[in-house]
């Protein structure tokens, strides 16, 4: 099937948009300035908003398709972003094998730089306070006539998005526009500009200028989209535009990061081939600690606590923020809550943990200690939980963190938005293939039912995860996550189960 022209536009402009919910909506005031129209234009150059772009320009059925891209940031320079070997972005995130496969099927991970890609195939994970604890080991699952399989594949963002954006650029400039270095000014209703052209009165006109010096003298460049697609963060113009709501809340924690190098990672009983995640949850000091592989004995770090201990965290010289991390795996919640006291000038922090550590019964399994900090490396950001009320409205649709933001716990923040573009690409070749208007509500539809449910059942379940794991003390909810815990690690059939959602499929 042809992908739809632009000769052929006006027979697909929603009937019940024009004359309904696209009536109410403004028009600009000029009739001589005629936008540029595009079968799909997205806003935000992130993962997500890349992914839509490459999906659909690696598929024969949209490839087709004018489509372009708006991002502020400099795309340029995301596409020749380069670090030595021994450095790590602070910004990592864990692909699930089902994100893996998709931009396999994109042909996008082929440009990914391997060398910076790390599986791991364990998990383990215990509550600092009870003790309780229950062990993942993909490797275990694996049958002897396949290869081992992973849990999950840590990548630096910005490595996945410079493979993205060379994935757009093998698929050529034909029919495709990149707005970099750009900002949305305005997204308006387009009036009837041109009595002989498509009747734009229900689609979202875009009004683009470039960022910079230049911005103010600039004459903006107006774009009128068939379906525009919001992948432009929690705070996103493209929501807003479309007037849908979202409901959540802050949770009075901050995510510290960093990127650490670790001492011996062959450490027994876990042989040098399989590597590790840790996470131990810490309810005294607010949230969990997670240590995440990266290679050549790198890992990535997420604390999530208070923030109050996160900004002592960060004030802290790099030896005493060294042994703060060690101790939170290996310490208490007395001993640890002593030491997050002590003064920040103090240069006793090391003296202390190596003290504690030789009076302390150490968890059965610790990840290797943290030795160093990339400088820079060490920031901080508020944790979230965000949900639309809807995925899409007429010629709308949201992708990502502009539909959903859920607690980092579970990982899963990333690899929701890559199933979002997967699902919204096939929504929109099946449109094509179909004959069908990209930006009808009706074929949105089946991206919306595909993914909502799912976001909100896991966005639930992360937050459920924090508020139990938060609370401190010997109480009912200490004994509960004990007992599950306990539970769920002696029953592998459960043990399975979790292990094959948390694959992502």
Not at 74 to 88: C, N, Y
Request: net charge neutral; with cysteine; aromatic share 8%.
């Amino acid at each position: 099937m042809r992908p739809i022209s632009r000769a052929i536009l006006r027979p697909y402009v929603c009937q019940s948009c024009r004359h309904g919910i696209g009536a109410g909506r403004r028009r600009f005031g000029s009739k001589s300035d005629s936008p540029d129209i595009y079968d799909v234009v997205c806003v935000g150059g992130g993962p997500a908003g890349l992914g839509l772009l490459a999906a659909l320009r690696a598929s024969p059925i949209t490839s087709k398709l004018r489509v372009a891209l708006v991002e502020t940031q400099d795309l340029a320079k995301a596409k020749a972003w380069d670090l030595e070997p021994t450095q790590f972005s602070n910004r990592v995130s864990s692909l699930t094998p089902s994100s893996v496969s998709f931009l396999r099927k994109i042909g996008a991970y082929d440009h990914l730089d391997v060398n910076r890609v790390q599986d791991y195939q364990e998990m383990q994970v215990w509550d600092g306070q009870t003790g309780s604890r229950i062990s993942f080991d993909w490797s275990m699952e694996t049958s002897p006539f396949e290869d081992m399989r992973t849990v999950a594949t840590m990548t630096e963002n910005a490595n996945l998005v410079r493979a993205l954006l060379r994935r757009i650029a093998d698929s050529g400039d034909e029919n495709f526009s990149l707005f970099s270095n750009s900002t949305v000014a305005s997204i308006d209703n387009g009036s009837d500009l041109n009595p002989e052209g498509p009747d734009l009165s229900a689609w979202p006109v875009l009004s683009i200028k470039p960022t910079g010096p230049a911005a103010e003298s600039a004459t903006p460049k107006r774009i009128a989209a068939r379906l525009l697609v919001g992948a432009d963060g929690i705070n996103s113009p493209v929501r807003s535009f479309a007037d849908i709501q979202t409901h959540g809340w802050d949770y009075g924690r901050h995510g510290i990061v960093a990127t650490l190098a670790l001492g011996d990672l062959a450490t027994p009983p876990f042989p040098a081939f399989k590597r590790t995640a840790y996470q131990r949850f810490l309810p005294a000091l607010g949230g969990p600690i997670a240590l995440l592989p990266l290679p050549n004995k790198h890992a990535t770090l997420v604390w999530s606590t208070t923030p109050s201990h996160a900004a002592y965290l960060k004030s802290l010289p790099t030896p005493a923020f060294l042994a703060m991390v060690n101790a939170a795996f290996r310490l208490d919640m007395t001993d640890l809550s002593y030491m997050m006291g002590m003064s920040a000038s103090e240069a006793t922090h090391q003296e202390e943990l190596i003290w504690r550590t030789q009076h302390t019964p150490l968890p059965a399994q610790i990840p290797p200690p943290a030795t160093a900090v990339q400088e820079g490396t060490v920031a901080s950001f508020p944790l979230r939980f965000r949900h639309a009320a809807q995925y899409v409205s007429p010629r709308v649709a949201l992708v990502g963190d502009a539909a959903h933001v859920i607690h980092p716990l579970a990982g899963q923040g990333l690899n929701l938005g890559l199933a979002d573009v997967a699902s919204l690409s096939k929504t929109i070749q099946y449109a094509v293939s179909h004959g069908m208007d990209v930006g009808d509500l009706l074929t949105l539809e089946r991206y919306s039912c595909e993914r909502y449910l799912p976001n909100a059942k896991i966005g639930a379940t992360c937050d459920l995860l924090h508020k139990m794991y938060t609370v401190p003390g010997e109480g009912p909810v200490a004994w509960a996550r004990s007992l599950g815990l306990g539970v769920v690690d002696r029953l592998p059939f459960v043990k399975s189960f979790l292990m094959k959602n948390a694959e992502g499929y």
